[in-house]
């Protein structure tokens, strides 16, 4: 079945460090990916997409992210955390094929940055 | 302007009534969804809109029946509203799959 798993339910960092959040996923085939950013009281914003080439792609807001087929993974990374991205964050997968959209996105993992 | 936006964006009921949560788009984008967030943030595909033509519905219960006058709008009615509908729904649109969808703001709905 296909699914995205984000291990981490919530994880709390200090202003500053360094961030990196989990996204697994099961699926057919090589998916497109998605990271998207929840502020509070908010809607979804896009913040970066995988579909091909490099697999390291660079997204909004300092946001990166590294897909690695070998692990079926799509980590999402910050050099530096501010202490605006405390947020939930949704890793999603999407198929390559179908004819329709359709997204699974993971639970979510909920950031917290100490000042 | 605001692309996606929903209306109302707080909506609270009782069980048993019928209510109606609008959402229009100004991206000129195709296609249009809705999503349901449950209380663990949990989000999941409902219905997916191409055209003013259903392309996606998700084993959604039929008290559920989305509109699209056009393809600018996207409404969700709900009959006979139960406890376990209580969630934040969003809209969004994509003109293509590619670009991953833009989200409403979210309506949350709570049934008492």
């Known amino acids: 079945a296909q699914s995205v798993t984000q291990p981490d339910i919530h994880i709390t960092v200090s202003e500053g460090a360094s961030l990196e959040l989990r996204c697994n996923y099961s699926y057919g085939a090589t998916p497109y990916l998605f990271w998207y950013v929840q502020s509070p009281g908010q809607g979804l914003q896009l913040l970066l997409k995988?579909?091909?080439?490099?697999?390291l792609v660079q997204g909004i807001k300092g946001f990166e992210a590294e897909f690695k087929r070998s692990q079926s993974s799509f980590n999402l990374r910050k050099p530096s955390v501010h202490w605006s991205d405390a947020a939930e964050y949704f890793c999603a997968v999407g198929p390559r094929e179908g004819g329709y959209n359709k997204l699974i996105f993971g639970a979510g993992t909920r950031l917290a940055v100490h000042p | 302007d605001t692309a996606v936006s929903q209306t109302p964006k707080y909506l609270v009921t009782q069980m048993g009534n019928d209510k109606s949560i609008k959402c229009e788009q100004n991206?000129?984008?195709?296609?249009m969804y809705w999503y349901k967030q449950d209380s663990k943030k949990f989000l999941k595909i409902m219905f997916s809109y191409n055209n003013k033509e259903l392309i996606i519905n998700e084993t959604v219960p039929n008290r559920f029946s989305p509109k699209s006058p056009d393809k600018a709008h996207l409404n969700l009615h709900i009959n006979s509203l139960e406890l376990g509908d209580s969630a934040v729904y969003f809209c969004?649109?994509?003109?293509?799959?590619?670009?991953?969808?833009?989200f409403g703001p979210g309506t949350r709905l709570t049934v008492l």
């Open positions: 991206l000129g984008h195709d296609t």
């Open positions: 995988y579909f091909s080439g490099d697999t």
């Open positions: 969004a649109s994509s003109q293509d799959f590619l670009s991953g969808g833009f």
